[in-house]
């Protein structure tokens, strides 16, 4: 936080992080409210996702190439401008679902670019002897406003109705433009692309196919994000039909989900070096996936929160553990490339694992849907503790 770019940017993106969360609890309740089909639900999962895993590698080439601060101004214009789209509809009462599904393809593909330029931009504003530090407050804004956000956006649905929430959010984004236009930052030049994207690519992947615990590692992370973190687009059902704790409920469940993140960010952080990275995760694979399932089967508001904290924190702990072991591993002039493949595993299983969910739960139920997805995160976190070369990862 010494660096004045720093911490103008942070807050910035703290506040607009708040705003998206906000809108995050309208829009997964409004699309709901409007088709009550499970299934619909999952559709706008799957195709705000879908971009990502065709375009993300684009998004990472274009950041190498031109000048990080300029792409963000533009995304971040693009997102606002989708969210005042939204409040227009939501307060004019034409917001229809068919709207919804196309502003989120639209958010989709511009995340796809701006999701790998903001990660990339940390390391323009700090020194390198603070970057590791930087890469974790800024991950710490995520999860900082993914507690208030929901909580806020919860409120103020139960209060004032969704289109109070896409004008907030709307607003929120002239925080980090703000930011941005008060920080320099020079053109990348680090974009050294001469054997082509593909072969670029696949240097990051040999890597990591060659060591079989840092594969397996990565492979959990893909397990995870296609059949453990799906539940979270179910969570206006719970809410409403398992729950029966309404709008204001469902903020608190996303606010207890984002309260488990930050602590295990801190957990994280506290056990490094203490603990071998292997056995942490494999702690961390099972934890998560007996607190989803516990979840999914408890009619108890308060239980079904302190499970969704425990969920939250575990999930955390190995995204970030595997995310570190790969850059510890990873010789410096690999490290994005590999890093990539990380990002590529939370973020490409996404669409098809909203719209696996939605389908299972119009199929079974949403509690039964989740139970059964998650088994599989289960299954595979005890494979984890059974590989030699998982357990021996040490950082």
Same mark, same amino acid.
């Given at each position: 936080?010494?660096?004045?770019?720093?911490?103008?940017?942070? #807050?910035?993106?703290?506040?607009?992080?708040?705003?998206?969360?906000?809108? %995050? #609890?309208? &829009?997964?309740?409004?699309?709901?409210?409007?088709?009550?089909?499970?299934?619909?639900?999952?559709?706008?999962?799957?195709?705000?996702?879908?971009?990502? *895993?065709?375009?993300?590698?684009?998004?990472?080439?274009?950041?190498?190439?031109?000048?990080?601060?300029?792409?963000? +101004?533009?995304?971040?214009?693009?997102?606002?401008?989708?969210?005042?789209?939204?409040?227009?509809?939501?307060?004019?009462?034409?917001?229809?679902?068919?709207?919804?599904?196309?502003?989120?393809?639209?958010?989709?593909?511009?995340?796809?670019?701006?999701? $790998?330029?903001?990660?990339?931009?940390?390391?323009?504003?700090?020194?390198?002897?603070?970057?590791?530090?930087?890469?974790?407050? %800024?991950?710490?804004?995520?999860?900082?406003?993914?507690?208030?956000?929901?909580?806020? /956006?919860?409120?103020?649905?139960?209060?004032?109705?969704?289109?109070?929430?896409?004008?907030?959010?709307?607003?929120?984004?002239?925080?980090? *433009?703000?930011?941005?236009?008060?920080?320099?930052?020079?053109?990348?030049?680090?974009?050294?692309? %001469?054997?082509?994207?593909?072969?670029?690519?696949?240097?990051?992947?040999?890597?990591?196919?060659?060591?079989? /615990? *840092?594969?397996?590692?990565?492979?959990?992370?893909?397990?995870?994000?296609?059949?453990?973190?799906?539940?979270?687009?179910?969570?206006?059902?719970?809410?409403?039909?398992?729950?029966?704790?309404?709008?204001?409920? =469902?903020?608190?469940?996303?606010?207890?989900?984002?309260?488990?993140?930050?602590?295990?960010?801190?957990?994280?952080?506290?056990?490094?070096?203490? #603990?071998?990275?292997?056995?942490?995760?494999?702690?961390?694979?099972?934890?998560?996936?007996?607190?989803?399932?516990?979840? !999914?089967?408890?009619?108890? $508001?308060?239980?079904?929160?302190?499970?969704?904290? =425990?969920?939250?924190?575990?999930?955390?702990? &190995?995204?970030?553990?595997?995310?570190?072991?790969? &850059?510890? @591993?990873?010789?410096?002039?690999?490290?994005?490339?590999?890093?990539?493949?990380?990002?590529?595993?939370? %973020?490409? $299983?996404?669409?098809?694992?909203? +719209?696996?969910?939605?389908?299972?739960?119009?199929?079974?139920?949403?509690?039964? !849907?989740?139970?059964?997805?998650?088994?599989?995160? @289960?299954?595979?976190?005890?494979?984890?503790?059974?590989?030699?070369?998982?357990?021996?990862?040490?950082?």
């Amino acid at each position: 936080m010494r660096s004045p770019a720093f911490r103008r940017y942070w #807050v910035g993106a703290f506040l607009s992080f708040v705003g998206s969360w906000i809108q %995050n #609890v309208a &829009q997964s309740w409004l699309v709901y409210d409007l088709t009550r089909s499970e299934f619909l639900l999952g559709v706008v999962g799957f195709v705000q996702g879908l971009p990502m *895993l065709f375009l993300a590698p684009v998004g990472g080439a274009l950041s190498d190439r031109w000048n990080r601060r300029r792409i963000l +101004l533009m995304t971040q214009s693009l997102f606002a401008l989708s969210a005042l789209a939204l409040a227009i509809l939501a307060y004019t009462g034409l917001i229809r679902y068919e709207h919804i599904l196309a502003l989120a393809l639209f958010n989709g593909i511009v995340l796809a670019v701006d999701l $790998p330029t903001r990660q990339s931009l940390v390391a323009h504003l700090v020194h390198r002897e603070d970057l590791a530090n930087g890469i974790a407050l %800024n991950a710490a804004a995520f999860h900082t406003a993914r507690i208030l956000g929901p909580a806020l /956006g919860g409120l103020l649905l139960e209060w004032a109705g969704a289109a109070p929430c896409f004008l907030i959010n709307a607003l929120s984004f002239s925080a980090i *433009l703000l930011a941005l236009a008060t920080i320099r930052v020079q053109s990348a030049h680090d974009g050294r692309t %001469n054997g082509g994207l593909l072969q670029s690519l696949r240097e990051g992947v040999e890597f990591v196919r060659a060591r079989r /615990g *840092l594969l397996m590692l990565w492979i959990n992370v893909l397990v995870l994000s296609m059949f453990g973190l799906s539940y979270l687009v179910l969570m206006p059902v719970f809410a409403e039909e398992v729950l029966q704790i309404g709008k204001t409920g =469902l903020g608190q469940m996303y606010t207890f989900a984002g309260i488990g993140s930050l602590m295990g960010l801190l957990l994280t952080a506290r056990l490094a070096g203490e #603990v071998p990275r292997g056995w942490l995760i494999i702690g961390a694979a099972n934890g998560f996936a007996w607190s989803v399932i516990g979840f !999914a089967f408890t009619n108890s $508001p308060w239980l079904a929160k302190g499970l969704l904290t =425990l969920a939250g924190m575990f999930g955390i702990i &190995q995204l970030v553990s595997t995310n570190t072991a790969l &850059q510890t @591993a990873a010789p410096d002039y690999l490290r994005g490339r590999v890093v990539s493949l990380h990002t590529w595993a939370i %973020n490409a $299983p996404a669409p098809f694992a909203a +719209l696996l969910i939605g389908k299972l739960a119009q199929l079974w139920g949403a509690q039964m !849907a989740v139970a059964a997805c998650t088994s599989v995160c @289960a299954v595979f976190a005890l494979v984890l503790a059974f590989v030699k070369e998982v357990r021996s990862v040490e950082r």
